[in-house]
T-cell receptor
Framework: KNEVEQSPQNLTAQEGEFITINCSYSVGISALHWLQQHPGGGIVSLFMLSSGKKKHGRLIATINIQEKHSSLHITASHPRDSAVYICAVSYGGATNKLIFGTGTLLAVQP | DAMVIQNPRYQVTQFGKPVTLSCSQTLNHNVMYWYQQKSSQAPKLLFHYYDKDFNNEADTPDNFQSRRPNTSFCFLDIRSPGLGDTAMYLC??????????FGPGTRLTVT
């Protein structure tokens, strides 16, 4: 079983729809990260959170530490939001390396 | 703008021919990471530098080495690339254990 599970794996939405991507993890973490990767491109960090909720523009990320669950929401989705969204966790310590989920491929159609 | 830069963006090399990928940053971050991402897979950490301290992941092949001559630059050397080393190589930086900032990646093809 992967340490980090995401759902859904693939998601198609119409422009303007509200989108939710879910992430669950198996053990206690130092922080949870939401990342965006366009096809063939580099990775952009969207959020790093360890509790509560963060908002940036049309993106909202929440985390429930007790339930070991996080969600990424996109309001008023747009075709330029089409990308792979990756949930990753870090455990702190000397490395603070990221353990990545399998990603959610989002396609927003006009 | 402060950023993480990787060169080249695309590299084709022959089986067994050494190759070097570079990463530079203007963020003045003290931690630099190298990740390997194979097609349709999640990125996997190869190694990282915390200041001048080099930290190798246990399962990183000996074929992969790294140099960090100063705070701004970090290099990934692949001594004898195999076909299985075809991948996207991502450099990331962070201030201590805070959020990681990624470069655009170098897509390496070994023929």
């Amino acid at each position: 079983k992967n340490e980090v599970e995401q759902s859904p794996q693939n998601l198609t939405a119409q422009e303007g729809e509200f989108i939710t991507i879910n992430c669950s993890y198996s053990v206690g973490i130092s922080a949870l990260h939401w990342l965006q990767q366009h096809p063939g491109g580099g990775i952009v960090s969207l959020f790093m959170l360890s509790s509560g909720k963060k908002k940036h523009g049309r993106l909202i990320a929440t985390i429930n530490i007790q339930e070991k669950h996080s969600s990424l929401h996109i309001t008023a989705s747009h075709p330029r939001d089409s990308a792979v969204y990756i949930c990753a966790v870090s455990y702190g310590g000397a490395t603070n390396k990221l353990i990545f989920g399998t990603g959610t491929l989002l396609a927003v159609q006009p | 703008d402060a950023m993480v830069i990787q060169n080249p963006r695309y590299q084709v090399t022959q089986f067994g021919k050494p190759v070097t990928l570079s990463c530079s940053q203007t963020l003045n971050h003290n931690v630099m990471y190298w990740y390997q991402q194979k097609s349709s897979q999640a990125p996997k950490l190869l190694f990282h530098y915390y200041d001048k301290d080099f930290n190798n992941e246990a399962d990183t092949p000996d074929n992969f080495q790294s140099r960090r001559p100063n705070t701004s630059f970090c290099f990934l050397d692949i001594r004898s690339p195999g076909l299985g080393d075809t991948a996207m190589y991502l450099c990331a930086t962070s201030r201590n254990r805070a959020e990681q900032y990624f470069g655009p990646g170098t897509r390496l093809t070994v023929t």
